[in-house]
């Protein structure tokens, strides 16, 4: 008789390792995910911690059942499953549903995992099995309420909308959202005029001269805002004063030094070299006919 119970995904796997392991070994399969959430409104519920409520998958429920079957006359179980979350978390269903029924009292599980199906490989998974992973466990329920969380809601507007079938991706909803709100602020912008008045100025001795750019931040003992000069009439005639006032000559009457860190440009990626293409043809001159 068997004394040790390996379930894995896919039968055509179970075939397979079952050779391997030999005598001593039966190894079933659970035909992918065993348990999923109830499909009814309240299957995840975000006010109580995001509780997600299951029910054995109708088509796999003779799977479950051979592998109770089997559990009954062994003493070890190994849940073999994908070493991926979407595997982990078929483990953890088993596992629940297995446990629930008080059928793993007395009994060693464990979790292997092995990438590819060979004997090496498979012998020295089963040699070394560890615990459920609850990190990869978690990745695929968040996974799974969010498909639900948007779909539930989301996917019955698309049948109304556009046609029946359709189902609303959990990443490209909230990302379409993201999109028609970004073009909604920029259909609302509304333009403002505004104007900065600038100085080049030089400096120095007529051998070493040096200029330097000023811009105007204080006109009539206040501050400018970006706003202040929003007109051509007010920049000219701010420009008319200045140069009233300087009679020519500018004077620097203080002089900050302050430390700039700058960094480095971040390395080219694919679109934004297409980008600093695009603006390179955009400055060629027209071809001649």
Same mark, same amino acid.
């Given at each position: 008789m068997a004394k040790s119970l390996v379930i894995v995904e896919s039968p055509a796997k179970a075939k397979t390792?079952?050779?391997?392991?030999? !005598?001593?070994?039966?190894?079933?399969?659970?035909?992918? /995910? +065993?348990?999923?959430?109830?499909?009814?409104?309240?299957?995840?519920?975000?006010?109580?911690?995001?509780?997600? !409520?299951?029910?054995?998958i109708e088509r796999n429920?003779? /799977? +479950?059942?051979?592998?109770v079957r089997a559990l009954k006359k062994v003493d070890n179980l190994y849940l073999a499953t994908d070493p991926d979350r979407e595997g982990e978390a078929i483990s953890w269903h088993l596992y629940e549903i297995l446990n629930n029924q008080g059928l793993l009292e007395g009994k060693q599980v464990g979790r292997v995992a092995f990438h590819e199906i060979t004997k090496r490989a498979v012998n020295d998974a089963v040699a070394k099995p560890r615990e459920l992973s609850q990190d990869l466990i978690n990745a695929q329920l968040a996974r799974r309420a969010l498909d639900y969380l948007v779909g539930f809601n989301l996917s019955p507007l698309l049948w109304k909308k556009i046609r029946r079938g359709l189902s609303a991706g959990r990443v490209q909803s909230p990302a379409l959202r993201l999109i028609v709100e970004r073009e909604i602020e920029i259909e609302k912008f509304k333009p403002r005029e505004y104007w900065s008045v600038e100085a080049e100025l030089e400096a120095g001795l007529k051998q070493s001269k040096q200029t330097l750019g000023a811009k105007l931040t204080h006109l009539d003992g206040k501050k400018l805002s970006q706003f202040s000069i929003n007109t051509e009439a007010k920049a000219k005639k701010a420009e008319q004063t200045l140069a009233l006032a300087a009679n020519g000559k500018l004077r620097v009457s203080k002089v900050e030094k302050k430390k700039r860190k700058r960094n480095p440009a971040a390395p080219f990626t694919t679109s934004t070299l297409q980008h600093r293409k695009r603006r390179a043809n955009w400055a060629l001159p027209p071809e001649k006919p």
């Amino acid at each position: 008789m068997a004394k040790s119970l390996v379930i894995v995904e896919s039968p055509a796997k179970a075939k397979t390792i079952k050779k391997y392991l030999g !005598k001593g070994f039966e190894v079933l399969a659970s035909y992918g /995910h +065993v348990r999923d959430l109830l499909p009814k409104e309240g299957a995840v519920d975000p006010a109580d911690n995001f509780a997600m !409520k299951y029910q054995i998958i109708e088509r796999n429920q003779k /799977h +479950v059942d051979a592998i109770v079957r089997a559990l009954k006359k062994v003493d070890n179980l190994y849940l073999a499953t994908d070493p991926d979350r979407e595997g982990e978390a078929i483990s953890w269903h088993l596992y629940e549903i297995l446990n629930n029924q008080g059928l793993l009292e007395g009994k060693q599980v464990g979790r292997v995992a092995f990438h590819e199906i060979t004997k090496r490989a498979v012998n020295d998974a089963v040699a070394k099995p560890r615990e459920l992973s609850q990190d990869l466990i978690n990745a695929q329920l968040a996974r799974r309420a969010l498909d639900y969380l948007v779909g539930f809601n989301l996917s019955p507007l698309l049948w109304k909308k556009i046609r029946r079938g359709l189902s609303a991706g959990r990443v490209q909803s909230p990302a379409l959202r993201l999109i028609v709100e970004r073009e909604i602020e920029i259909e609302k912008f509304k333009p403002r005029e505004y104007w900065s008045v600038e100085a080049e100025l030089e400096a120095g001795l007529k051998q070493s001269k040096q200029t330097l750019g000023a811009k105007l931040t204080h006109l009539d003992g206040k501050k400018l805002s970006q706003f202040s000069i929003n007109t051509e009439a007010k920049a000219k005639k701010a420009e008319q004063t200045l140069a009233l006032a300087a009679n020519g000559k500018l004077r620097v009457s203080k002089v900050e030094k302050k430390k700039r860190k700058r960094n480095p440009a971040a390395p080219f990626t694919t679109s934004t070299l297409q980008h600093r293409k695009r603006r390179a043809n955009w400055a060629l001159p027209p071809e001649k006919p």
